[in-house]
């Protein structure tokens, strides 16, 4: 046990104690306050991630639908037979196996005297396929430069 010798030491030590426990008391209420400033911006941070998720959820969303959108238009101009209506027969009257100079006659004959025979003419469809396949390589490859800029 301590002697003491005076109360004038006895004061100092109460003061020095007293000074330590106001110290003690100032830095846990500190200690508090940086927590809670830690807590807030903790969570502050996790709203704005959220937000930025959600964004990106929303972009991605979009990115996929228009996707979808482009691959089917793709696979419509793949396959032209499916989604096309085949060309309206046009119905054209012509004279078989004529030759020129009876021809020339024919031309002179009135519409109501010759016998008409009718012919069906369809159309070709390969310009157009041909078309729609340039376009589906021209879809094919801006599609590929989307896909290789989103990943």
Not at 3 to 10: A, F, G, I, R
Not at 24 to 45: C, G, I, N, P, R
Not at 93 to 121: F, G, M
Request: hydrophobic share 30%; aromatic share 4%; charged share 45%.
């Amino acid at each position: 046990m301590i002697k003491l010798s005076t109360p004038k030491e006895l004061e100092e030590l109460q003061n020095k104690r007293a000074k330590l426990e106001d110290e003690f008391h100032s830095l846990t209420e500190e200690q508090k306050s940086l927590e809670e400033k830690v807590k807030a911006l903790e969570e502050k941070a996790i709203e704005e991630l959220s937000n930025k998720n959600q964004r990106a959820r929303e972009n991605i969303a979009q990115l996929t639908a228009k996707m979808n959108e482009l691959e089917q238009k793709l696979k419509r101009f793949q396959h032209p037979e499916e989604n096309y209506e085949p060309a309206k027969e046009t119905k054209l009257e012509v004279i078989p196996d004529v030759q020129q100079e009876k021809v020339e006659e024919v031309a002179e004959i009135k519409p109501e005297e010759t016998d008409e025979e009718t012919v069906e003419v369809t159309m070709l469809e390969e310009p157009v396929a041909a078309q729609q396949e340039e376009y589906g390589d021209s879809l094919k490859k801006l599609y590929e430069k989307k896909k290789k800029k989103f990943f």
